[in-house]
């Protein structure tokens, strides 16, 4: 079984900055895909951030020149760095993470729990 441990999340003033980070634990062979999603009260669940193993990335354009997804492959570890933090960026942040596990042919789909992100006016 596979694990993800977001943190880094936090109370932060509109125009501040705030990186995630999020860990992948267990019985890893691979990672491809590592992406972030956010869901704020009231709302849907939407993408956010995407970055592949070669390290191609893509953005929503509410966040496009914002924010900046990385990846530590040694670590298994994926970040999102936020800048011009505004008060719609306020949301649960959630890690996903698509993984191949040891002795598994195919990846499977994993999520994280969440870490807050509050942005003040």
């Known amino acids: 079984q596979v694990q993800l441990v977001e943190s880094g999340g936090g109370l932060v003033q509109a125009g501040g900055s705030l990186r995630l980070s999020c860990a992948a634990s267990?019985?890893?062979?691979?990672?491809?895909?590592m992406a972030w999603y956010r869901q704020a009260p009231g709302k849907q669940r939407e993408f956010v951030a995407v970055i592949t193993s070669g390290g191609i990335t893509n953005y929503p354009d509410s966040v496009k020149g914002r924010f900046t997804i990385s990846r530590d492959n040694a670590e298994n570890t994926v970040y999102l760095q936020m800048n011009s933090l505004k008060p719609e960026d306020t949301a649960i942040y959630y890690c996903n993470a698509n993984v191949r596990m040891a002795w598994a042919q195919n990846p499977n789909d994993y999520w994280g729990q969440g870490t807050q992100v509050t942005v003040s006016s």
């Open positions: 267990g019985r890893i062979f691979s990672i491809n895909t």
